[in-house]
């Protein structure tokens, strides 16, 4: 079964540019969710999608936006990056959200320049 | 709101020794709890995982038992490798329309041979 697939491992990306970020979840599982990781912040949460309805939602900025397709793929999208920014960026799919386990993909690492 | 609170570490340790990574939280309901691992330059990995109180989930060697009187989940391996050098994460999610992982800083792991 193949796992979590995120696209792509490494972007390096100037101020004020946008960029999407791609998760293939697990074949069969709904819920896709996004976590922002930093050595100062840890992991934090960004957002959660379940049959392309996003149920809940972190503490960022709006420039932080997401979408999931019908296929259960999602993308996240940062627009006008900043320095902060930079960090690793997880996709964690699971059957229902709910207390099931999550898993992860192994990243995608932003840099902002 | 949901927290988790673990032993930040870091912790350094010879091949064979007994590890013990304490975790305890706080979360409405009645959380799920879960250990993840990350090594150098990847994602997180399931490392184990427990839906109820009482329960004990196991990978691996290691164990962790979920004590809800204490509000627990301590990580725990009896011999551990030279391969266990990694950062363990102790994580919980909650019931309810939350739909998110709430995490622990981390606690970066070092075991020499």
């Known amino acids: 079964k193949a796992g979590v697939t995120q696209t792509p491992r490494y972007l390096i990306k100037t101020r004020g540019q946008q960029v999407t970020l791609s998760c293939s979840p697990i074949s069969g599982h709904r819920s896709v969710s996004w976590y922002q990781q930093t050595p100062g912040q840890g992991l934090q949460f960004l957002f959660e999608?379940?049959?392309?309805?996003?149920?809940n939602k972190g503490n960022f900025p709006g420039r932080f936006s997401g979408r999931q397709f019908s296929n259960s793929r999602s993308e996240m999208n940062v627009s006008t990056l900043e320095l902060g920014d930079s960090a690793l960026y997880l996709c964690?799919?699971?059957?229902?959200?709910?207390?099931?386990?999550?898993?992860f993909g192994q990243g995608t690492r932003l840099t902002v320049v | 709101g949901n927290s988790v609170t673990q032993m930040e570490g870091p912790v350094t340790l010879s091949e064979e020794a007994f590890l013990t990574i304490n975790c305890t939280y706080t979360a409405t309901g009645y959380p799920s709890l879960f250990w993840y691992v990350q090594y150098p330059g990847e994602g997180l990995q399931l490392l184990l995982k427990?839906?109820?109180?009482?329960d004990k989930g196991s990978n691996k060697g290691f164990e962790a038992t979920y004590r809800k009187e204490t509000t627990s989940f301590h990580l725990e391996k009896g011999s551990v490798q030279v391969s266990d050098s990694a950062v363990y994460f102790c994580a919980l999610i909650s019931g309810g329309s939350n739909y998110k992982l709430t995490f622990g800083k981390g606690t970066l792991l070092t075991v020499n041979p």
């Open positions: 427990a839906t109820k109180a009482d």
């Open positions: 964690a799919s699971s059957f229902n959200g709910e207390g099931t386990e999550a898993f």
């Open positions: 999608y379940f049959s392309e309805t996003q149920r």
